[in-house]
Structure formats: C-alpha cells, structure tokens
C-alpha cells in the first residue's frame, strides 16, 4: 500500500456540469442556463469557491469541468482572477468519474477535487485536505454531526453513522497521484452515498457497510478497511468546522447557505439580506 508524499504543485478541479437532460431548479429559478452560475448573495455560486481556490499557494493550475456550451457562460467571470492560477475549461462527461478523468488527463498530481456549489470551502478547509495527501494516498473530507447542526441545524439531514458518531460528506477529496485513482466510486454521484445503500456497497463492499452500520467501527476504522479495499492509504479530513459539510444543492440549503455566507465572507454591498 502506498501513500501520498508528493511535493509537486497541486491541480485543482472544480466540478460545474449539470446532469444531462436535466433543468436545474436553482438555475431555472435565477433565470440563468446553468446552475454554477445561479447568485447567491450577490455572486454566482462559483466566484465564491474561485475567491478561495485562485489564492493559495503552490498550484499548478485550475480545471474547471464542464461541459461545453456551458463555458461561454462561465468565461467572462474568469477576469477578475487573472494574473493567478491559471484556469481552463475541460469537457465534461456525462458520469463523474469520467469527469473527473478527463480533467485529471496525463497529469500524475496531487489533485484536490470539489465542486462548483461549495461556497462555504474555507482556505483552512482547503489546506487541511492538502496536508493529508502528504501522507496518504487519497482522503474525503467529513464534519461531526454535532458540528454540522452547529452551523444550522438544516444544514445536513444525512449522516453516516459510526461507532464515535455521526458524520457527513464534505464536497471536498484529495487524491495524491494518479495511481490513487483506483478508488473512483469514492466520487461517483458526487460523494452523496448517504441516502442510497446500492451506492456505498458498490464502492465500499457489503461488509464494511454492514460494520458501520451496526456501528461496529469508528470513522477512523472504517478508513482502514476502506484502505485495504482499494489496496491505497486513504483517510478523512476531519473537519472542525461543520458548515464545510454545507453546499448548495436544493432550495433549503440554498436558504442555509444564504444565512451563513455573510458571517464567513464579505458580500457585496449592493446585496440585500430577503429576511
């Protein structure tokens, strides 16, 4: 089993497709064609994960995966950001791990992979999954139950649950080279295998499921046999700060993230609070 240590600048991919065939309702609502271009207090929902992405240290470049009639829309919102990290488009695919492929491409990494809609992902957040890929092969990052409902008590209603305690999915993974990609279904339908049991046994296997759901294993357990599933050292980012558990991907967290960006960030000014 090998384990992360590269030292190479690290590539990140933001993920902003939508589903094939499928109006997003965020989208339809703002009246705009895509959802990663939908506003949320004032911006659209991508600049928010772009502030944070386009200023850290040491990156090799940006990929945005999307598809194509999609970039034309996003491109005019690349200005600010010039003179940074250099961004590209990729087409995306229709599944999410070929998504992520074709923006992986030749490269050998580190990747630091999220999406479009993390508008709470925090510089902290960020450097935290960078750090573990130091030392491992891949990571996904998860909150504390207790410190999702913390941030807003709507913030998640899916929880896996451990022996130690309930966690939830962050849209936020690292992967340390591209032979760390022989655990892909950790991405497949995004990460959210919460609600749908078909998902996280095809990716995690029927007894590992059955061990952390009879609460058998602590979070940290279940990273071991997940590890020695897919032959690699893969480990959680734990985060601290729940609201990294948070992105925008129906009304109601919309509404969530819409009450808790103005307190992490700095909002325009022209924007106005709807309560």
């Not at 034309?72 to 950001?81: D, H, K, S, T």
Request: aromatic share 8%; with cysteine.
């Amino acid at each position: 089993m090998g384990a992360g240590m590269s030292q190479n600048p690290t590539t990140v991919i933001i993920l902003a497709a939508q589903r094939a065939g499928v109006v997003n309702p965020l989208a339809e609502r703002a009246g705009v064609s895509h959802k990663c271009v939908a506003p949320i207090c004032g911006r659209p929902l991508i600049e928010w994960v772009l502030d944070v992405v386009t200023e850290r240290p040491d990156l090799a470049e940006i990929r945005i995966s999307i598809e194509p009639d999609a970039q034309a829309v996003v491109e005019p919102l690349l200005a600010p950001y010039a003179g940074r990290t250099p961004i590209r488009f990729v087409d995306s695919h229709t599944g999410i791990v070929d998504s992520v492929m074709a923006a992986v491409g030749d490269d050998e990494g580190p990747f630091i992979i999220t999406t479009a809609d993390n508008v709470l992902l925090s510089a902290e957040g960020f450097e935290q999954v960078r750090e573990t890929i130091r030392h491992a092969d891949a990571t996904l990052a998860l909150a504390r139950e207790a410190d999702v409902k913390a941030a807003h008590s709507e913030g998640q209603r899916n929880f896996y649950q451990f022996r130690d305690s309930g966690y939830a999915n962050c849209n936020i993974y690292g992967i340390a080279s591209r032979r760390a990609f022989g655990a892909a279904e950790i991405f497949r339908e995004g990460g959210q295998f919460q609600a749908n049991r078909d998902r996280m046994i095809r990716a995690f296997g029927l007894f590992n499921i059955l061990l952390m759901g009879l609460k058998l294993v602590d979070a940290r357990g279940a990273m071991k046999r997940i590890s020695k599933r897919f032959g690699l050292a893969i480990e959680a980012t734990f985060f601290d700060d729940g609201a990294l558990a948070i992105d925008v991907d129906n009304e109601r967290t919309y509404s969530v993230c819409e009450a808790l960006l103005p307190k992490r960030k700095q909002v325009p000014e022209s924007w106005t609070s709807p309560s």
